[in-house]
């Protein structure tokens, strides 16, 4: 599967605060550092984004929130665990549905080699 330019750029940041750090830390800790990797180098973020649900005619606040929301185009969903399960990617594409983003990165910082850690996904 080919990346778009942004997303290799991202993975890029994602990939350079993976050899700084290794696996093994807290999911915040990751976010601080990929937000500070990003921005560095000139992409456009926002962090831990409010999404609310729409339901009928309200606007919910449920509490979700994007970790990293990329040039507005861009959902980076991340995790510090021992493996991605289902729910996780879920959790990604329903993100992605609400925030009307097409295109979401799942990284897990929680492996040996950050690209077992990817995975990209479009709607």
């Known amino acids: 599967m080919e990346f778009d330019q942004l997303s290799n750029r991202v993975i890029g940041c994602a990939i350079e605060v993976h050899r700084y750090l290794g696996p093994g830390l807290l999911?915040?800790?990751?976010?601080?550092?990929?937000?500070?990797?990003?921005?560095?180098?000139?992409?456009?973020?926002?962090?831990?984004?409010?999404?609310p649900v729409h339901y009928k005619d309200v606007r919910l606040d449920c509490g979700y929130r994007i970790d990293i929301l990329i040039e507005k185009q861009l959902i980076?969903?991340?995790?510090?665990?021992?493996?991605?399960?289902?729910?996780?990617?879920?959790?990604?594409?329903?993100?992605?549905?609400?925030?009307?983003?097409?295109?979401?990165l799942?990284?897990?910082?929680?492996?040996t080699k950050l690209k077992d850690g990817i995975k990209r996904f479009v709607l």
Do not use: D, P, W
Not at 79 to 98: D, F, P
Not at 106 to 111: G, H, K, P, Q, S
């Open 27 to 51: 999911e915040s800790t990751y976010e601080q550092c990929l937000a500070h990797e990003l921005t560095r180098n000139s992409i456009n973020i926002e962090l831990q984004l409010a999404l």
């Open 76 to 104: 980076v969903e991340l995790k510090s665990v021992e493996e991605i399960r289902g729910i996780h990617e879920a959790q990604l594409l329903t993100y992605m549905k609400l925030a009307g983003v097409k295109t979401g």
């Open 106 to 111: 799942l990284i897990n910082f929680n492996v």
